[in-house]
């Protein structure tokens, strides 16, 4: 005797459905974390907080001999909200998520890269220090940011195909 079923588990306009309501759910979850931690990004604290971070990293400790710690934290803060703000518009406007994704991309590339590059991690795997384990997170967010570039360019390219088969069709 072989068991059905209930149609949801088999309807694939629910599994879409869900697909969708995960993929805004990634899209806010974005937007919020990296909006946060870009307006924290204002503070004393995180300032002194990344200080370790960007002056042991090959790609941003440049910027402490051109700038001073605050500068660097606020500069970096102003790309992360102005990220979080391409993201949530792409919801809208596919080309602003375009943008805001590939920033998002390189931020959590370079934050990635400390845990190779800070002093301040025990490089032993499987184990972190507490600060590794802070930015082991930041794989999800990538993969988010990834989805959230992947999702407004392919709509970008519908949409050019929308618009060049109406065209054809006049």
Known sequence: MTATLPAIVTSTDAARK????GFAIARIGLVV????IGA????VA???????LISNSPIMSWLLDVFDLRSVSSGIGVIEVVTAVLIA?????????????LLAIGTFLTTLSFLVT?????HT???FSPGGSFIIKDVVLLGA???IFARSWASIIDDRAVQERAVQDR
């Open 145 to 147: 940011a990834v989805l």
């Open 89 to 101: 518009f792409g919801a809208w406007r596919p080309i602003l998520g375009v943008v805001g994704g």
């Open 125 to 127: 795997l499987p184990f």
């Open 40 to 43: 924290m990004k204002f503070t």
């Open 118 to 122: 800070s002093t301040t991690y025990e």
């Open 18 to 21: 869900v697909e969708r309501i």
């Open 46 to 52: 995180e300032a002194q907080g990344i200080e370790s």
């Open 33 to 36: 974390t990296i909006g946060w």
